[in-house]
Every structure is written in structure tokens, then in C-alpha cells.
């Protein structure tokens, strides 16, 4: 069950370019979208618990740090370095720098929580990085406009995506539920990113144009690619090691994939099919 529900957080994650699409249209950056995301997601879960689930609320004051681990420097360091590695090389490029994430994801767990490095990761780490590589089109696309300081921001955005499983590990050996973990990793990432967005700024764009629709890609982007899959992700890490979760969430970039071609009928090329097949490899394996 645990690798049903890490499949289903990445191909929710997937969709996520249906949404962000929807939203740039606003004339708002990615940083922006990525503050909405989490006060949004903040806001409407927050609703929740107050009507249905108080308890789930109750955080211990000295677990604090594990919540900061996954809402500062997992959600929102990624973030930052991802969307700027977007900025100083390409799309391609910071996807496949941001599925370097097992490789962090492996290392940590093995010196953190004793999880044995295995032959069968290790290579099906190397397939879904290379995988990944395909379909953003970094292998056999054309070409790629490489920094090096731009390549080691987007590393910073593999290890502050995997930061997630390692930190999220802590808070279940905790005894936290999903769905206290998701939250507060929400409500953390949501406060540091008021100071690097102007959330004045980020109203008046989405108030342009027609606000019924905005408002729909805002609740979209907050339930369907941030509430929902952050959940599964967090369940699936409750029944399967992080090591295995980070290589089975390499399954966004080829149901993004999916549905460009399904919604925006982007037409898949030789490298791409070559990348999802990769990855399929890599998740058949474990």
C-alpha cells in the first residue's frame, strides 16, 4: 500500500503544470505561486481541523524542529532553489538536478536511520535519475544552458526535496499522523515564504483577469497538487523506507509528461518515451 500511495503523490505532483499554467497567466513568478500554494493549502486545512479534528493540531513544543525540517528546509529551500535554478539554466536542467533527490534521500537514511544501501537501490537510483534526464530532454534534447553555480542551487533543490523523507521520517517515528505532519510542514514553509514574496503583490495579480477562474486554479493548485499528494507521500513513508519513496516519486516528471500531452497535446519524442520507460524500470524494481 505504501508504494500505491508514493505513486499516487507523484502523479498528483504531475499535474501540478496544469495549475502553475493557469496561474502564470496572472503574471505571477513561480516563487509566488509556490507562497499561494502553501497559505492556501494552510487556510483550507486549517478549516478542517478546527471542524473535524482538533486534536490532530497538538504538536509538542520541543518537536518543533522537525516541522521546520520539513516546512523551511525541505518545502521551501527547494522551492527557492529549484525556481532559481529554472531562472539561471533551464526547465530541463533543474528537473533533473531536483531528481538527484534519492541520492540525498539514500545517504541520509542509510547514516540517519540505519537503511541498508542495496545493490537494487543504487541502480535503480542511476535508471530514474537517468530517466528523469530523458524526459526533461537534458539527454538527446537540445541542448541545455549550463551554470555552475546554477547547477549547484539546483542540487541544493535535490537535497531540499529529499530533506522531506528524512525530516517527514522523524516526525512518523514521533508518533505524528499524516496529516499533522503535512499540515505543519505547510504552515512553516508558508511563514518564510512571506519574507521572500510580497503577498500585497501576489492579491492585486491574481485580482486581475477573470478572478472566478483564478480562484479556481488557486483551490486546484492547493488540494489536488498539494494537500492530496503531500498527504499520500506521508502515508507511503509510513509503510515503506525513504530510500524506496524518493526513487517511486520519480514518477511526476513522466505523468507530467502525460498530461501535457493529454491537455496541452505536447507531442512526445523518442528521448521522452525512452525516459518514462527508464522510470517504469526503476518502479517495477523495487
Known amino acids: 500500500m505504501g508504494t500505491l500511495f508514493v505513486i499516487l503523490a ?11 499554467r493557469g496561474l502564470a497567466k496572472c503574471g ?6 509556490c507562497f499561494i500554494r502553501m497559505v492556501t493549502a494552510v487556510f483550507l486545512m486549517t478549516i478542517y481541523f478546527l471542524i473535524f479534528k482538533r486534536d490532530a493540531l ?24 529549484y525556481f532559481t535554478t529554472i531562472q539561471m539554466t533551464s526547465m530541463s536542467v533543474a528537473a533533473v538536478l531536483l531528481y538527484t533527490s534519492p541520492v540525498f534521500v539514500l545517504l541520509l537514511s542509510a547514516i540517519l536511520f540505519k537503511e541498508k544501501i542495496t545493490k537494487k537501490k ?15 530532454g537534458i539527454i538527446g534534447g537540445n541542448g541545455a544552458n549550463l551554470s555552475i553555480i546554477g547547477i549547484l542551487i539546483g542540487l541544493g533543490s535535490g537535497l531540499g526535496y529529499g ?17 499533522t505532519i503535512t499540515y505543519y510542514s505547510f504552515l512553516f514553509s508558508a511563514v518564510a515564504l512571506v519574507f521572500l514574496t510580497n ?18 486554479y488557486v483551490i486546484g493548485t492547493s488540494i489536488v497538487v498539494t494537500i492530496l499528494p503531500y498527504i ?18 520519480c514518477i511526476e516528471p513522466i505523468m507530467a509528461t ?7 497535446h505536447e507531442i512526445l519524442s523518442v528521448t521522452e518515451i525512452v525516459g518514462v520507460v527508464l522510470v517504469i524500470i526503476a518502479i517495477i524494481m523495487l
Do not use: H
Not at 505571477?28 to 505561486?33: A, D, G, M, P, R
Not at 525530516?167 to 499524516?178: M, P, S, T
Not at 506521508?234 to 517511486?248: C, F, H, Q, R, Y
Not at 502525460?258 to 496541452?264: C, M, Q, T
Open 10 to 20: 507523484g502523479s498528483l505532483w504531475g499535474a501540478m503544470g496544469i495549475f502553475v
Open 28 to 33: 505571477l513568478s513561480s516563487i509566488e505561486i
Open 58 to 81: 497538538k504538536i509538542r513544543l520541543k518537536d518543533i524542529w522537525v516541522f521546520v525540517g520539513t516546512g523551511v528546509l525541505s518545502l521551501t529551500f527547494f522551492g527557492y532553489c
Open 122 to 136: 543504487i541502480v535503480c537510483v542511476i535508471i530514474a535519475i537517468l530517466g528523469c534526464a530523458f524526459v526533461s
Open 163 to 179: 530533506l522531506y523523507s528524512i525530516f517527514g521520517r522523524y516526525a512518523i517515528n514521533k508518533k505524528y499522523g499524516a496529516l
Open 199 to 216: 503577498p500585497v503583490q501576489v492579491v492585486q495579480k491574481l485580482s486581475t483577469g477573470d478572478v472566478n477562474i483564478n480562484i479556481c
Open 232 to 249: 499520500f507521500y506521508t502515508i507511503g513513508l509510513t509503510k515503506i523506507e525513504n530510500s524506496k519513496a524518493a526513487v517511486l516519486a
Open 258 to 264: 502525460a498530461f501535457g500531452f493529454i491537455v496541452f
